[in-house]
């Protein structure tokens, strides 16, 4: 069986995090870029999670065989990870993806699966933590004609090439079985990837990606035009107001609070 595992490198969330609270998380001039190049990029970690999920498959005995693919100028260090974490195959789509929407960006995912051989099963990450849209996986499941399961915290192998997916929900784990191939999302509750051995780093530094470009998967400029355009985007002004309540015991602060929460009708 052939699993393919679609990751996207975005920038480390915890740094973006960090230089926002700081205060110091610029917008360019453009509108839509960041302007701080010393924060690191990384694979995105429901991606990381979603190749771990293709790691335990294998690890339970499915004769399986994993393929990354990413879509990027600049994806071949997620793609050495990958390597080092115990994939058998790395690709990358190597095209400016800064212009794209998540439709073309599923179109050339799609493209390489299809044009590659085809997948028993694809595993992506249910969302990107950059944009947070979710909407990729959908997508490439409409384009290869696969049915769709998200928020997946367990994939396991069926037999006749079926899966068996526990999903995560508001009110408690679901599971479904499919058939034949499906595209599975993963979630963060399948529980935390590995780490790579040093060994496997240095052995993942000689293995090269497959590239290709956009016209090696037999699509024209025309069947990447954005549907979405990506026009604005902008660091939020956040106020707070913090009152502090004292009293001389404890129980006179609690009911000075209480009454505090009545008077604001958060509480009756």
Known sequence: MRIV???KEVLDPDAVNNYALAGRLEIGDDGKSLTQTAIPRLMNGFDEQALEAALRIVDAGADSSITVVSVGEETRDILKHAASLGAN???AVEIDAAGLDSHAIASLLAAYIRTSGGADLVLCGRQASDDDQGVVPALVGELLDLPTVTIARAVEAQGAGGWRVTRVTPDG?????TDGGAVVTISNELGDPRYPTAANKIKARRVKPTLMSAADLGLSDGDLVPRVAFTKQFVPTIQGNCQI????????TANRLIAQLREDSAIQ
Do not use: N
């Open 5 to 7: 595992v679609c990751v």
């Open 89 to 91: 195959e790395i690709a």
């Open 173 to 177: 784990d679901e599971v479904v079985e």
């Open 245 to 252: 309540i004292s009293e001389d015991t404890a129980a006179a």
